[in-house]
C-alpha cells in the first residue's frame, strides 16, 4: 500500500473551524439545494460597465433558478438586456444603450430542486453617482487676523460619499495644523487667521471612488488684514455646539467623534471618558488630537465623552452622549444543515442577538413556515426548530429571518433525511507531515446517515487510539498534540454506522524541525570594504529547503553587490544606505527558521565646516567650528592645522589638537606670522578630510621671544673654535631682519665677552685659538624690533691635534699558550692635547718556535676605548714568538708608538693530524698512514691510535690502543677479523697533551682478490642501474617460479629426498631438466619453503641460523657496508668450510642478494 500513497506537503496548523465545519453531504447523494455566492446586500454599481448579480448554489439533482425583483417574478425572458449564466443564477445585465438606473431595485434569488428551495438575501443594486458641482461664484473672505474662520466645502451628495480634501491651484494640500485642519464633513476651520493664511487658492476637492473621479469647487479667497491688534481669548467650541450632544453608532462600526474650537492663543484639544478608560487597543486620535476614533465599536463603548479645549486664558468642555445600537448578529453562528436518518430526532438552531432585540420568523422553502403543510415531526418553538421521528421524502430548506430596525439576517438550512452507509471523504494513502514537537491532526473525514462513529488505529488493530498522546475531535480528526518520531507511521480510520463500515488509510511523517546552527553576528565595517553573514542552518534531509535574505524585513536591493551563497551573504564595497537588519530565513514545506543581524557602517568624519575666528587678540585667537558626520564612529578629537603665507606658504603645520566633544580652541600665537587655519576630525577609521581654510589672521612684529638652541663648541683645526646653533624657523623670528649675535671667552681665563653679530645662519669659526681649551659661548637672536631674552651658557673647546707623547712602562703577562695581559702607564692629559679615545695595542706573530713552521707577520690591533692601562690580548698561537707596541689616540688620531717588546707563548695541544688513509688491506691485517697535523702548537711527543669493530647496526665493538711515537707516518695492524668493519681514531700528543682526532673506517677484505674499502665510498644500493638491475632478476626469478609451477603441476609431485641426492652444492643447485624445479626449492604435500630453505627428509626445518641481514652469517657477511650501513662489496656466498660443516641443512634468508647468486652460478 505504501508505494500508493499520495504526498500532501500542506501544514497541519488547522484552524478551529476545521474541527467544528458544517457537515458536507457529497453531491453524488440527494440533497436540496445551498446557495454558495451571492452579491452582497447594498450593491452600488457603476454605471459604466455591465451589471452582474451573482447567485451560485449546489445541489443534487442541481438546482433550477428563478428571481424577483421589487417583490414581484422577474421574467428574464422579458428582458433582452438580461441574461442567466448556464447552470447558474447569476445575472449578466448589457447596459449598452441603456441607463443604469433602469435596474435599480431590490433583486432576490430563488435556487429548488425536488428536495426544496434556498432563497438569497435580499440584494439592493443602486447606481453610484458623482454630480458636479454647482456653479457659484464665491466672494472674497476678509478677515481681520487672530479672528476664527470656517471654509465651507459642501460637496454635492454621491453616492458612496466622496472623500475630501483641501489643495492649492499647483495640487498641492494645503499645510493644516493645530491651528488649521479639516473637519469630518469636509470644512476647513481655522481657530485663529494669521497674516499668511492669506491666499487666491483655497480648493475643496470631492473625489467619488466608485468611478474614480474627482470635482472641483470654485477656489476661495482669503483676505488678512492687520490694522489692529486682536485680544487674546479663551476658547470656545466652534463644533459641536452647545455643552452637550448625542450620537448613535452602530455594534461592529466605527465612532467618529470631533471638537474643533477658537481660540488666541490657538487652543489644545484632549479626550477623556467620563464612565471609564478609552479603549487603548482600538482609539486613535486624528486631525490633531481634534477627532477620537474607535474602531470595531462594542457596547461597552456606550457612554459619555467629553473633550475639553484649553489655553493659558482658560478652557471649556463639551460631552458627547454615545448610544451604541446593533443590527443583528449571530451569537454561535448561523443555522447548520441537518441530514438525518429516518426515524432520527434533530434540532435547527437560530440564535441571534441586536439592539434592539430583533425578531425571528421561519420559512420553508420560502414560504412562511406558518404556511406551509403541516408536519407532525416538525415543532417550531422561537429560534429552534424541532425535528422528531423523521421520515423518508420530508427533505425541505428552512430559512430562519433574524430582523430589527437596522437590519436583518437570512440564513438557509436544510434537513436531508437520507439513508446511506459510511464513507470516508479523506483521499486514500494520504500523506500527512508535520514537524516534531508540533501538533498534528489527521483528517478522517467522513458521510453516512446515520452519522458514522469513527475509530483510530495505528499501524495494526492492536487497540484504539483513544488515549494520551492521541485525542480524537467530534468530527472525526485524530490529533496528535506533540508529535514525536515514534508517531510516524500508518494510521486507519474506520467509520462505521447501522448500514455499514468504511476503512481508509492515511500516513503521518513526523520530520525534524529546521534550526539555524551559526547565526549571522553584528558587523561593523568600514564603506568601501565587504562583509559577510553567515547563516548555517541544519534540516530535515528529506524536505527541501529555500533560503531567504531580507533587508530591513524587505526585499534585497538588485545590485550585483549582493552575493548570496548557501550560507552566507557577501555584500562588496559596502556603502552607507546598506545600514540596516538583515534576516536569514530557512524555509521548508513544513516550517522555517530565522535569524537576523545588525550592520553598521562606518567611515572617516566629514570635514569640518564653518570655521569662524573670534575673540582676537595680540598672541591668541578664537577658533570655533561645526563637526561634520561621524559616520557611525564618534569623533576622538580634532587636529587643528595652519599655514604661514608670509613664510612658508602652501605647508601646512600641526598647531593643537583638542578633544573630539569640543568645537572650539583657543589659538597661541607668534608674532609676525601671516595665519590661515583648517580643522581635520579623527575617529577610529581615520583622518577626515581638511575643511575649508579660514580667513588669513595676521599678527604683529616684535622682538625675539626665545633665542637658538643646540649650541655647541668645537674645532676643525688646532687652532680654531666653530660655533654651531639651530636657528630659529620664521615663526619664531617674530619680525624681519633676524640676525645672530655670537659670544665666548676661554673658561676660568677671560672675564670679558668676545661677540660678532652675524646674519640668519647656524655657525661662526673663531680662529687663532690655543689647541684644545674650554670655552663658554652664547648665541642671542636680534631683529629690527628688538633682542632675544639673555641667552644660556653653553661649553665646548677648541680643535685637537695628535697626541706627543706614548704610554710609558710597558709590560707583558703571558698567561697560557693563547692568552697574555699587557700594563701600560697613562700617557698625561697635556700630551694627548685633545679628548682622550683610548689605546691602541699592536701585535703580531713572528714566528712559530717550531722549526717546521713557516715565518708569520700579520699585524693585529685591539682598541680600548676611555682611560685604561691595562688589556687582554686573546686567541694567540701557542709556541710562537710576538712583538707588540701601544699608542694612545684621540679625536685627531693617534700618537707615536711605544718602543716595541716581544714575548712567546708555550706549547698547547696540537691540532688534527692533517690526513689518515688505509692502504694494503688483507684478511687479517691493514696499514694505516698519515700526516704531522698542521699546527703542532709544540713538540710532538707522539701519537695515539684507537680501533674498534662496527657491525652492520652501527654498534660499536671493544676499543684498542696503540702508542706511537712522534717520528712515525704509518703503522700496519695485524690479527684482524677478516670481512669485518673497523673504525680508527689519531690523535697527535705534546707535553701539553693530546689534541682532536682524526677518524676513518675500513673493511677486512672477504676473500683473496677481492677489496673492500668503506671509506667516504659511493653507496651503490642508492644507484639507478643497480636498482634497475635488481628489479630485472626479481622479475626473471618471479617468471621462472611461474613456469616451474606449471610444469610441476602437470608432471607430478617428486620426493624431496631424490632431490637431496641429486645435488649435494648447498649453493649451486642447477634447475632440473624435467620438471623445471630448483634444487634447493622443495614441494611436498603440506608445506612449500620460499626460495633459499631446506627441508629435511623427517620434514623439519632447522633454523640456526638468522635471515635478517645480508652479513649476519657466523664469522663473516655476504657485502661490505660503508657508515650509514649501505651496501658498497661483491656478494659472495659462504666460505667452503661453512658449506662442508652446514651440509644440506643451512638455512639463508630469502633475499635479492642469494638469488642473484644462485642466478649467476646458474648462468
Same mark, same amino acid.
Given at each position: 500500500?505504501?508505494?500508493?500513497?499520495?504526498?500532501?506537503?500542506?501544514?497541519?496548523?488547522?484552524?478551529?473551524?476545521?474541527?467544528?465545519?458544517?457537515?458536507?453531504?457529497?453531491?453524488?447523494?440527494?440533497?436540496?439545494?445551498?446557495?454558495?455566492?451571492?452579491?452582497?446586500?447594498?450593491?452600488?454599481?457603476?454605471?459604466?460597465?455591465?451589471?452582474?448579480?451573482?447567485?451560485?448554489?449546489?445541489?443534487?439533482?442541481?438546482?433550477? %433558478?428563478?428571481?424577483?425583483?421589487?417583490?414581484?417574478?422577474?421574467?428574464?425572458?422579458?428582458?433582452?438586456?438580461?441574461?442567466?449564466?448556464?447552470?447558474?443564477?447569476?445575472?449578466?445585465?448589457?447596459?449598452?444603450?441603456?441607463?443604469?438606473?433602469?435596474?435599480?431595485?431590490?433583486?432576490?434569488?430563488?435556487?429548488?430542486?425536488?428536495?426544496?428551495?434556498?432563497?438569497?438575501?435580499?440584494?439592493?443594486?443602486?447606481?453610484?453617482?458623482?454630480?458636479?458641482?454647482?456653479?457659484?461664484?464665491?466672494?472674497?473672505?476678509?478677515?481681520?487676523?487672530?479672528?476664527?474662520? $470656517?471654509?465651507?466645502?459642501?460637496?454635492?451628495?454621491?453616492?458612496?460619499?466622496?472623500?475630501?480634501?483641501?489643495?492649492?491651484?499647483?495640487?498641492?494640500?494645503?499645510?493644516?495644523?493645530?491651528?488649521?485642519?479639516?473637519?469630518?464633513?469636509?470644512?476647513?476651520?481655522?481657530? @485663529?487667521?494669521?497674516?499668511?493664511?492669506?491666499?487666491?487658492?483655497?480648493?475643496?476637492?470631492?473625489?467619488?471612488?466608485?468611478?474614480?473621479?474627482?470635482?472641483?469647487?470654485?477656489?476661495?479667497?482669503?483676505?488678512?488684514?492687520?490694522?489692529?491688534?486682536?485680544?487674546?481669548?479663551?476658547?470656545? %467650541?466652534?463644533?459641536?455646539?452647545?455643552?452637550?450632544?448625542?450620537?448613535?453608532?452602530?455594534?461592529?462600526?466605527?465612532?467618529?467623534?470631533?471638537?474643533?474650537?477658537?481660540?488666541?492663543?490657538?487652543?489644545?484639544?484632549?479626550?477623556?471618558?467620563?464612565?471609564?478608560?478609552?479603549?487603548?487597543?482600538?482609539?486613535?486620535?486624528?486631525?490633531?488630537?481634534?477627532?477620537?476614533?474607535?474602531?470595531?465599536?462594542?457596547?461597552?463603548?456606550?457612554?459619555?465623552?467629553?473633550?475639553?479645549?484649553?489655553?493659558?486664558?482658560?478652557? $471649556?468642555?463639551?460631552?458627547?452622549?454615545?448610544?451604541?445600537?446593533?443590527?443583528?448578529?449571530?451569537?454561535?453562528?448561523?443555522?447548520?444543515?441537518? $441530514?438525518?436518518?429516518?426515524?432520527?430526532?434533530?434540532?435547527?438552531?437560530?440564535?441571534?442577538?441586536?439592539?434592539?432585540?430583533?425578531?425571528?420568523?421561519?420559512?420553508?422553502?420560502?414560504?412562511?413556515?406558518?404556511?406551509?403543510?403541516?408536519?407532525?415531526?416538525?415543532?417550531?418553538?422561537?429560534?429552534?426548530?424541532?425535528?422528531?421521528?423523521?421520515?423518508?421524502?420530508?427533505?425541505?430548506?428552512?430559512?430562519?429571518?433574524?430582523?430589527?430596525?437596522?437590519?436583518?439576517?437570512?440564513?438557509?438550512?436544510?434537513?436531508?433525511?437520507?439513508?446511506?452507509?459510511?464513507?470516508?471523504?479523506?483521499?486514500?494513502?494520504?500523506?500527512?507531515?508535520?514537524?516534531?514537537?508540533?501538533?498534528?491532526?489527521?483528517?478522517?473525514?467522513?458521510?453516512?446517515?446515520?452519522?458514522?462513529?469513527?475509530?483510530?488505529?495505528?499501524?495494526?488493530?492492536?487497540?484504539?487510539?483513544?488515549?494520551?498522546?492521541?485525542?480524537?475531535?467530534?468530527?472525526?480528526?485524530?490529533?496528535?498534540?506533540?508529535?514525536?518520531?515514534? @508517531?510516524?507511521?500508518?494510521?486507519?480510520?474506520?467509520?462505521?454506522?447501522?448500514?455499514?463500515?468504511?476503512?481508509?488509510?492515511?500516513?503521518?511523517?513526523?520530520?525534524?524541525?529546521?534550526?539555524?546552527?551559526?547565526?549571522?553576528?553584528?558587523?561593523?565595517?568600514?564603506?568601501?570594504?565587504?562583509?559577510?553573514?553567515?547563516?548555517?542552518?541544519?534540516?530535515?534531509?528529506?524536505?527541501?529547503?529555500?533560503?531567504?535574505?531580507?533587508?530591513?524585513?524587505?526585499?534585497?536591493?538588485?545590485?550585483?553587490?549582493?552575493?548570496?551563497?548557501?550560507?552566507?551573504?557577501?555584500?562588496?564595497?559596502?556603502?552607507?544606505?546598506?545600514?540596516?537588519?538583515?534576516?536569514?530565513?530557512?524555509?521548508?514545506?513544513?516550517?522555517?527558521?530565522?535569524?537576523?543581524?545588525?550592520?553598521?557602517?562606518?567611515?572617516?568624519?566629514?570635514?569640518?565646516?564653518?570655521?569662524?575666528?573670534?575673540?582676537?587678540?595680540?598672541?591668541?585667537?578664537?577658533?570655533?567650528?561645526?563637526?561634520?558626520?561621524?559616520? @557611525?564612529?564618534?569623533?576622538?578629537?580634532?587636529?587643528?592645522?595652519?599655514?604661514?603665507?608670509?613664510?612658508?606658504?602652501?605647508?601646512?603645520? @600641526?598647531?593643537?589638537?583638542?578633544?573630539?566633544?569640543?568645537?572650539?580652541?583657543?589659538?597661541?600665537?607668534?608674532?609676525?606670522?601671516?595665519?590661515?587655519?583648517?580643522?581635520?576630525?579623527?575617529?577610529?577609521?581615520?583622518?577626515?578630510?581638511?575643511?575649508?581654510?579660514?580667513?588669513?589672521?595676521?599678527?604683529?612684529?616684535?622682538?625675539?621671544?626665545?633665542?637658538?638652541?643646540?649650541?655647541?663648541?668645537?674645532?676643525?683645526?688646532?687652532?680654531?673654535?666653530?660655533?654651531?646653533?639651530?636657528?630659529?624657523?620664521?615663526?619664531?623670528?617674530?619680525?624681519?631682519?633676524? +640676525?645672530?649675535?655670537?659670544?665666548?671667552?676661554?673658561?676660568?681665563?677671560?672675564?670679558?665677552?668676545?661677540?660678532?653679530?652675524?646674519?640668519?645662519?647656524?655657525?661662526?669659526?673663531?680662529?687663532?685659538?690655543?689647541?684644545?681649551?674650554?670655552?663658554?659661548?652664547?648665541?642671542?637672536?636680534?631683529?629690527?624690533?628688538?633682542?632675544?631674552?639673555?641667552?644660556?651658557?653653553?661649553?665646548?673647546?677648541?680643535?685637537?691635534?695628535?697626541?706627543?707623547?706614548?704610554?710609558?712602562?710597558?709590560?707583558?703577562?703571558?698567561?697560557?699558550?693563547?692568552?697574555?695581559?699587557?700594563?701600560?702607564?697613562?700617557?698625561?692629559?697635556?700630551?694627548?692635547?685633545?679628548?682622550?679615545?683610548?689605546?691602541?695595542?699592536?701585535?703580531?706573530?713572528?714566528?712559530?718556535?717550531?722549526?717546521?713552521?713557516?715565518?708569520?707577520?700579520?699585524?693585529?690591533?685591539?682598541?680600548?676605548?676611555?682611560?685604561?692601562?691595562?688589556?687582554?690580548?686573546?686567541?694567540?698561537?701557542?709556541?710562537?714568538?710576538?712583538?707588540?707596541?701601544?699608542?694612545? /689616540?684621540?679625536?685627531?688620531?693617534?700618537?707615536?708608538?711605544?718602543?716595541?717588546?716581544?714575548?712567546?707563548?708555550?706549547?698547547?695541544?696540537?691540532?688534527?693530524?692533517?690526513?689518515?688513509?688505509?692502504?694494503?688491506?688483507?684478511?687479517?691485517?691493514?696499514?694505516?698512514?698519515?700526516?704531522?697535523?698542521?699546527?703542532?702548537?709544540?713538540?710532538?711527543?707522539?701519537?695515539?691510535?684507537?680501533?674498534?669493530?662496527?657491525?652492520?647496526?652501527?654498534?660499536?665493538?671493544?676499543?684498542?690502543?696503540?702508542?706511537?711515537?712522534?717520528?712515525?707516518?704509518?703503522?700496519?695492524?695485524?690479527?684482524?677479523?677478516?670481512?669485518?668493519?673497523?673504525?680508527?681514531?689519531?690523535?697527535?700528543?705534546?707535553?701539553?697533551?693530546?689534541?682532536?682526532?682524526?677518524?676513518?673506517?675500513?673493511?677486512?677484505?672477504?676473500?683473496?682478490?677481492?677489496?673492500?674499502?668503506?671509506?667516504?665510498?659511493?653507496?651503490?644500493?642508492?644507484?639507478?642501474?643497480?636498482?634497475?638491475?635488481?628489479?630485472?632478476?626479481?622479475?626473471?626469478?618471479?617468471?621462472?617460479?611461474?613456469?616451474?609451477?606449471?610444469?610441476?603441476?602437470?608432471?607430478?609431485? /617428486?620426493?624431496?629426498?631424490?632431490?637431496?641426492?641429486?645435488?649435494?652444492?648447498?649453493?649451486?643447485?642447477?634447475?632440473?631438466?624435467?620438471?623445471?624445479?630448483?634444487?634447493?626449492?622443495?614441494?611436498?604435500?603440506?608445506?612449500?619453503?620460499?626460495?633459499?630453505?631446506?627441508?629435511?627428509?623427517?620434514?623439519?626445518?632447522?633454523?640456526?641460523?638468522?635471515?635478517?641481514?645480508?652479513?649476519? /652469517?657466523?664469522?663473516?657477511?655476504?657485502? +661490505?657496508?660503508?657508515?650509514?650501513?649501505?651496501?658498497?662489496?661483491?656478494?659472495?656466498?659462504?666460505?667452503?668450510?661453512?658449506?662442508?660443516?652446514?651440509?644440506?641443512?643451512?638455512?639463508?634468508?630469502?633475499?635479492?642478494?642469494?638469488?642473484?647468486?644462485?642466478?649467476?652460478?646458474?648462468?
Amino acid at each position: 500500500m505504501m508505494e500508493r500513497r499520495r504526498t500532501d506537503a500542506a501544514l497541519l496548523v488547522l484552524l478551529l473551524g476545521h474541527l467544528i465545519s458544517a457537515l458536507e453531504v457529497p453531491l453524488d447523494l440527494p440533497q436540496p439545494p445551498t446557495i454558495t455566492h451571492q452579491s452582497p446586500k447594498d450593491y452600488i454599481i457603476d454605471p459604466r460597465e455591465n451589471i452582474i448579480i451573482h447567485c451560485e448554489a449546489k445541489g443534487k439533482p442541481h438546482p433550477s %433558478f428563478s428571481w424577483t425583483r421589487n417583490g414581484t417574478h422577474f421574467d428574464i425572458d422579458q428582458e433582452p438586456k438580461v441574461t442567466m449564466r448556464p447552470r447558474s443564477g447569476t445575472l449578466v445585465v448589457d447596459i449598452s444603450g441603456e441607463k443604469a438606473e433602469h435596474y435599480e431595485g431590490v433583486y432576490q434569488c430563488t435556487a429548488r430542486n425536488e428536495h426544496g428551495t434556498a432563497v438569497s438575501n435580499n440584494i439592493v443594486i443602486r447606481q453610484s453617482r458623482s454630480p458636479l458641482w454647482s456653479k457659484e461664484r464665491n466672494e472674497p473672505i476678509v478677515v481681520q487676523e487672530g479672528v476664527s474662520l $470656517v471654509l465651507q466645502c459642501r460637496p454635492p451628495a454621491g453616492l458612496p460619499p466622496p472623500i475630501i480634501f483641501w489643495m492649492d491651484n499647483n495640487f498641492q494640500r494645503l499645510p493644516q495644523s493645530n491651528r488649521v485642519s479639516q473637519a469630518l464633513n469636509g470644512d476647513l476651520y481655522f481657530s @485663529n487667521v494669521l497674516k499668511e493664511d492669506s491666499r487666491n487658492d483655497y480648493i475643496c476637492y470631492a473625489r467619488f471612488p466608485h468611478t474614480q473621479t474627482i470635482q472641483q469647487k470654485q477656489p476661495i479667497t482669503v483676505r488678512v488684514l492687520n490694522q489692529a491688534p486682536v485680544d487674546e481669548r479663551k476658547p470656545s %467650541f466652534l463644533i459641536p455646539s452647545g455643552p452637550s450632544s448625542s450620537k448613535m453608532v452602530l455594534r461592529g462600526q466605527v465612532l467618529e467623534m470631533e471638537c474643533i474650537a477658537e481660540g488666541l492663543p490657538t487652543p489644545d484639544i484632549s479626550w477623556t471618558k467620563v464612565s471609564g478608560e478609552l479603549p487603548a487597543k482600538r482609539t486613535s486620535f486624528l486631525h490633531y488630537h481634534k477627532t477620537l476614533r474607535i474602531v470595531n465599536v462594542s457596547e461597552s463603548d456606550s457612554g459619555d465623552y467629553r473633550c475639553t479645549a484649553g489655553n493659558r486664558l482658560g478652557s $471649556v468642555h463639551h460631552t458627547i452622549r454615545v448610544a451604541v445600537k446593533a443590527a443583528p448578529y449571530w451569537i454561535s453562528g448561523p443555522p447548520k444543515n441537518l $441530514v438525518l436518518a429516518p426515524r432520527e430526532t434533530g434540532l435547527l438552531i437560530c440564535r441571534a442577538s441586536g439592539t434592539p432585540k430583533p425578531t425571528i420568523t421561519w420559512a420553508m422553502n420560502g414560504i412562511p413556515i406558518e404556511n406551509s403543510p403541516k408536519d407532525l415531526s416538525r415543532k417550531v418553538e422561537d429560534d429552534t426548530v424541532m425535528f422528531t421521528d423523521v421520515q423518508s421524502g420530508s427533505s425541505a430548506v428552512y430559512q430562519c429571518n433574524v430582523s430589527n430596525e437596522y437590519g436583518y439576517l437570512l440564513s438557509n438550512a436544510f434537513v436531508n433525511v437520507l439513508s446511506e452507509p459510511p464513507r470516508v471523504l479523506t483521499p486514500a494513502n494520504k500523506v500527512y507531515q508535520v514537524i516534531r514537537n508540533h501538533q498534528a491532526l489527521i483528517d478522517c473525514s467522513s458521510f453516512g446517515s446515520p452519522i458514522p462513529k469513527i475509530t483510530w488505529f495505528k499501524d495494526s488493530r492492536s487497540s484504539t487510539l483513544d488515549g494520551d498522546p492521541y485525542i480524537l475531535h467530534d468530527n472525526g480528526t485524530l490529533e496528535v498534540h506533540v508529535a514525536q518520531a515514534r @508517531n510516524s507511521g500508518k494510521y486507519i480510520c474506520v467509520a462505521r454506522n447501522t448500514l455499514g463500515i468504511y476503512e481508509n488509510h492515511v500516513y503521518l511523517e513526523v520530520k525534524e524541525p529546521t534550526r539555524i546552527l551559526k547565526q549571522p553576528e553584528y558587523k561593523v565595517v568600514q564603506r568601501g570594504r565587504s562583509v559577510e553573514f553567515e547563516c548555517k542552518v541544519k534540516h530535515d534531509p528529506s524536505l527541501i529547503p529555500t533560503m531567504t535574505w531580507l533587508k530591513d524585513n524587505g526585499e534585497l536591493p538588485d545590485d550585483e553587490r549582493f552575493i548570496v551563497d548557501s550560507d552566507s551573504l557577501t555584500i562588496a564595497d559596502v556603502v552607507e544606505s546598506d545600514e540596516g537588519v538583515y534576516t536569514c530565513i530557512m524555509n521548508t514545506t513544513l516550517d522555517h527558521d530565522s535569524a537576523s543581524a545588525e550592520l553598521t557602517v562606518v567611515d572617516r568624519p566629514d570635514a569640518p565646516t564653518d570655521l569662524e575666528l573670534t575673540d582676537q587678540r595680540e598672541k591668541s585667537v578664537q577658533l570655533t567650528w561645526t563637526p561634520g558626520d561621524e559616520h @557611525n564612529s564618534p569623533i576622538q578629537k580634532f587636529l587643528i592645522q595652519y599655514e604661514d603665507s608670509l613664510h612658508h606658504r602652501g605647508h601646512w603645520h @600641526n598647531l593643537t589638537e583638542v578633544p573630539g566633544t569640543k568645537t572650539t580652541a583657543r589659538l597661541k600665537l607668534s608674532p609676525y606670522v601671516h595665519y590661515t587655519f583648517r580643522v581635520l576630525a579623527l575617529n577610529a577609521v581615520g583622518l577626515s578630510h581638511p575643511s575649508f581654510p579660514s580667513r588669513m589672521y595676521k599678527t604683529n612684529p616684535s622682538g625675539p621671544d626665545e633665542n637658538p638652541t643646540g649650541v655647541e663648541g668645537f674645532g676643525t683645526e688646532h687652532d680654531n673654535l666653530v660655533i654651531t646653533w639651530k636657528p630659529l624657523s620664521g615663526l619664531q623670528s617674530n619680525g624681519p631682519g633676524l +640676525q645672530y649675535k655670537v659670544m665666548w671667552r676661554q673658561k676660568e681665563v677671560e672675564k670679558d665677552w668676545t661677540s660678532v653679530t652675524v646674519a640668519n645662519v647656524s655657525k661662526f669659526v673663531v680662529s687663532g685659538t690655543p689647541t684644545f681649551v674650554p670655552y663658554e659661548l652664547r648665541v642671542q637672536a636680534v631683529n629690527e624690533y628688538g633682542v632675544g631674552p639673555e641667552p644660556a651658557i653653553a661649553h665646548g673647546h677648541s680643535g685637537e691635534d695628535l697626541p706627543v707623547a706614548a704610554p710609558d712602562n710597558v709590560q707583558v703577562l703571558v698567561l697560557n699558550s693563547s692568552l697574555a695581559e699587557v700594563h701600560w702607564d697613562p700617557v698625561p692629559p697635556k700630551a694627548i692635547r685633545g679628548r682622550l679615545k683610548g689605546y691602541k695595542v699592536y701585535y703580531w706573530r713572528e714566528r712559530s718556535l717550531h722549526k717546521h713552521n713557516p715565518h708569520h707577520v700579520e699585524k693585529q690591533i685591539l682598541t680600548f676605548s676611555g682611560n685604561h692601562s691595562h688589556g687582554m690580548l686573546p686567541g694567540l698561537h701557542p709556541f710562537s714568538l710576538y712583538s707588540f707596541n701601544i699608542r694612545v /689616540y684621540n679625536g685627531k688620531g693617534e700618537g707615536p708608538a711605544s718602543p716595541s717588546q716581544q714575548f712567546e707563548t708555550p706549547e698547547g695541544v696540537p691540532g688534527i693530524p692533517s690526513s689518515l688513509t688505509v692502504t694494503n688491506p688483507n684478511l687479517d691485517s691493514l696499514t694505516l698512514e698519515w700526516a704531522p697535523p698542521h699546527d703542532r702548537n709544540g713538540r710532538l711527543t707522539g701519537y695515539t691510535l684507537k680501533y674498534q669493530p662496527v657491525n652492520n647496526s652501527n654498534e660499536l665493538g671493544p676499543v684498542k690502543e696503540v702508542a706511537l711515537p712522534a717520528n712515525e707516518t704509518s703503522v700496519t695492524l695485524l690479527n684482524l677479523k677478516y670481512s669485518t668493519r673497523y673504525k680508527f681514531y689519531l690523535n697527535a700528543k705534546t707535553v701539553r697533551g693530546a689534541g682532536p682526532a682524526i677518524s676513518q673506517e675500513a673493511v677486512t677484505i672477504m676473500d683473496e682478490g677481492k677489496l673492500a674499502v668503506a671509506s667516504r665510498q659511493v653507496d651503490i644500493a642508492t644507484q639507478g642501474w643497480f636498482i634497475g638491475l635488481m628489479c630485472a632478476i626479481a622479475l626473471l626469478i618471479l617468471i621462472l617460479l611461474i613456469i616451474c609451477f606449471i610444469q610441476r603441476n602437470k608432471g607430478g609431485k /617428486y620426493p624431496v629426498k631424490e632431490k637431496e641426492d641429486a645435488h649435494t652444492d648447498p649453493e649451486f643447485q642447477p634447475m632440473k631438466d624435467d620438471d623445471c624445479t630448483f634444487g634447493e626449492y622443495s614441494d611436498n604435500e603440506d608445506h612449500k619453503p620460499l626460495k633459499g630453505s631446506r627441508t629435511p627428509s623427517n620434514g623439519t626445518v632447522k633454523r640456526d641460523d638468522s635471515d635478517d641481514s645480508l652479513v649476519d /652469517y657466523g664469522e663473516g657477511g655476504d657485502g +661490505q657496508f660503508n657508515e650509514d650501513g649501505s651496501f658498497i662489496g661483491q656478494y659472495s656466498g659462504k666460505s667452503a668450510s661453512r658449506e662442508t660443516a652446514e651440509g644440506h641443512e643451512s638455512s639463508e634468508a630469502p633475499s635479492p642478494i642469494n638469488a642473484m647468486n644462485s642466478l649467476n652460478s646458474f648462468v
